[in-house]
């Protein structure tokens, strides 16, 4: 239906596709499977009753609302949430999720906020039959992307390209310029008008990172974004890149200092590897060294809030480039997750914990199949920050 609406999207999914095909004859693709589909939407929302109204409709098809994202920090007036899976059957099967983003109508000044209001009080986004229902209980496509003529962001949002990805890389098309009537005030007149709302969007995964890894993250990209703008214009990405390598890019290093999260399997030298009887602590590290244990990491599911706003921010501006031009009318504000779980109705699940207990369910999976009493983590796992 979207491909026919905006043909567009058809052409970015056909990109993404070829380029997946060309990748995988060179690389050992395990997760094909994940490549295939359309994997998150996003959509808006104005109000309290709207969020609440799909919570529940989304509850329905097991997505839940995961993490908070502050989007003011990019001096946009709204927070979100993600709506997705949250048990590890359940993504494996399909890790679909939703970006929702809620108005936050006192952050607007008081016009654009009268106006807001106003006219979502006039709307109606869901049909009654649905009402009833619920009653009843993403570096290769960009380059092509440009090849192939379409208008795309400026940059890659998150991470740079890396040997081991990270969390998450996000690119898209700009939104289309459409015309649509507007009525006049006190008149039956139209006026014409253009508006921008409907893009494509790529994204690539990579492992959910630990709390110490987000921290380190973090830091990492304050600097890089720091330093990036102060560079000369041709060596904005360099230095950008350069910066990051203060962020490890080698499996060892990073299971080491526990910076993302692994789900462990025991391998076929399970028997070989220990006497069955063991009832004592035995280190993670020394499994993993016998190649005992596996580790394989666990894909990151969520979101980026800067990432995430500097998506919809591309798409409030005339072109590639402009994404920092412009006035706002919103003015600065701080989080409110309280505000948004009370529009909710329900608390958030925190994605921090769910990946934790991933990472732990299989720590106890494999201390059972090899028959000791428990398998201990690195103590540098929870070093403070």
């Not at 709207?50 to 609302?65: C, K, M, N, Q, S």
């Not at 700009?174 to 006049?184: G, K, V």
Request: glycine content about 6%.
């Amino acid at each position: 239906m979207y491909k026919t609406e905006v043909p567009l999207y058809g052409d970015l999914v056909r990109i993404v596709q070829d380029i997946n095909a060309t990748v995988s004859q060179d690389r050992d693709i395990l997760v094909a499977s994940r490549l295939d589909l359309e994997r998150h939407g996003a959509i808006r929302l104005g109000n309290a009753d709207e969020l609440r109204t799909i919570r529940r409709v989304f509850a329905l098809i097991g997505l839940y609302p995961v993490d908070y994202y502050d989007l003011s920090v990019a001096g946009l007036p709204m927070h979100a949430t993600a709506f997705r899976p949250i048990d590890a059957t359940a993504l494996s099967k399909n890790p679909f999720r939703v970006f929702t983003t809620l108005l936050r109508p006192e952050m607007l000044r008081s016009k654009p906020r009268e106006l807001a209001l106003s006219l979502l009080n006039k709307r109606k986004i869901f049909s009654d039959e649905l009402l009833r229902l619920v009653e009843a209980d993403i570096d290769m496509a960009e380059a092509q992307m440009k090849k192939e003529g379409l208008a795309v962001k400026s940059r890659i949002e998150g991470p740079p390209a890396r040997r081991h990805p990270i969390l998450l890389r996000q690119t898209s098309f700009l939104a289309l310029e459409e015309q649509i009537s507007f009525p006049l005030k006190d008149s039956n007149a139209l006026v014409v008008g253009h508006h921008r709302a409907r893009f494509g969007e790529i994204e690539q995964r990579g492992a959910a990172v630990t709390r110490k890894g987000r921290a380190l993250y973090d830091r990492v990209l304050e600097k890089a974004l720091k330093q990036m703008e102060a560079a000369a214009e041709g060596s904005k990405e360099d230095t950008y890149r350069q910066v990051f390598h203060a962020f490890p890019d080698d499996w060892q290093s990073i299971l080491n200092e526990g910076l993302i999260y692994f789900e462990f399997k025991c391998s076929d030298k399970v028997l070989d590897g220990l006497a069955e009887g063991h009832d004592s602590s035995v280190p993670l590290k020394t499994l993993v060294d016998k190649d005992i244990i596996t580790a394989e990491p666990i894909t990151y599911e969520d979101f980026l809030p800067f990432s995430a706003a500097g998506i919809f921010r591309s798409n409030l501006q005339s072109g590639p480039g402009d994404e920092d031009k412009g006035e706002d009318a919103v003015n600065e504000s701080s989080g409110d997750r309280e505000g948004f779980e009370a529009a909710l109705g329900c608390q958030l699940y925190d994605s921090q914990s769910l990946y934790a207990s991933m990472q732990a369910n299989s720590l106890v999976k494999c201390a059972k199949t090899l028959k000791i009493r428990e398998i201990t983590p690195e103590a540098r796992w929870s070093t403070p920050v």
